[in-house]
């Protein structure tokens, strides 16, 4: 199956930008049912942050609408997640995650190794 690989994650001010990515293998990401980005800062749940479907919906947060912009590039077959206007609560693993779907019409879920966003003040 698909296989994720995340990556631009590092230490920024608060008010600061950063994009990370996702390089796909496997499958195309505009052939995929539906790729998405999550985030899990320490002793917390894992939640959405974005999410695009296979034809281009795209999905994102309250907390990081306005701010946060997921993309994808299909020549390069990779899911960007453009982040602005950075906060301290925005620190957190960052997780590419791809929905798959097959034939019979069962899903499942992949998962990239994470991706640490730092934000400091």
């Known amino acids: 199956q698909v296989e994720l690989v995340e990556s631009g994650g590092g230490l920024v001010q608060v008010g600061g930008s950063l994009r990370l990515s996702c390089a796909a293998s496997?499958?195309?990401?505009?052939?995929?049912?539906?790729m998405g980005w999550y985030r899990q800062a320490p002793g917390k749940q894992r939640d959405m942050v974005a999410v695009?479907?296979?034809?281009?919906?795209?999905n994102h947060a309250d907390s990081v609408k306005g701010r946060f912009t997921i993309s994808r590039d299909n020549a390069k077959n990779t899911v960007y997640l453009q982040m602005r206007s950075l906060k301290s609560e925005d620190t957190a693993v960052y997780y590419c995650?791809?929905?798959?779907?097959?034939?019979?019409?069962?899903?499942?879920?992949?998962w990239g190794q994470g991706t640490q966003v730092t934000v400091s003040s």
């Open positions: 995650k791809a929905v798959e779907q097959d034939v019979r019409l069962s899903r499942y879920d992949c």
């Open positions: 496997g499958r195309s990401v505009n052939d995929i049912k539906s």
């Open positions: 695009m479907s296979s034809g281009g919906t795209t």
